[in-house]
């Protein structure tokens, strides 16, 4: 598996979660990132979100977002893998 997944993660979301970062022993290639603050406010305060390689990935809850975070994870590589 190649390439490099960021995913970004406000501290004050419902995003932040154990099982987020375990999708670093998941995906070799992914890096989760918790920061204080994504100035992203009003969607934080609405529902789960992070950033995956800079685009925003939301969903109505945690689970839906873990499962949307992966699809992404997965796109992201494939894309890689077939651009080298």
């Not at 995003?15 to 995906?27: G, Q, R």
């Not at 969903?59 to 590589?77: F, K, N």
């Amino acid at each position: 598996m190649g390439g490099f997944v960021l995913i970004e993660v406000c501290d004050a979301n419902p995003a932040c979660v154990s099982d987020l970062f375990e999708l670093e022993t998941e995906y070799p290639a992914v890096s989760v990132l918790e920061t204080p603050c994504l100035s992203e406010c009003e969607l934080c305060a609405l529902q789960p979100y992070v950033f995956v390689n800079g685009d925003i990935v939301a969903g109505d809850d945690v689970p839906s977002l873990l499962t949307q975070v992966r699809a992404s994870t997965e796109e992201a590589i494939r894309l890689y893998n077939t651009e080298i």
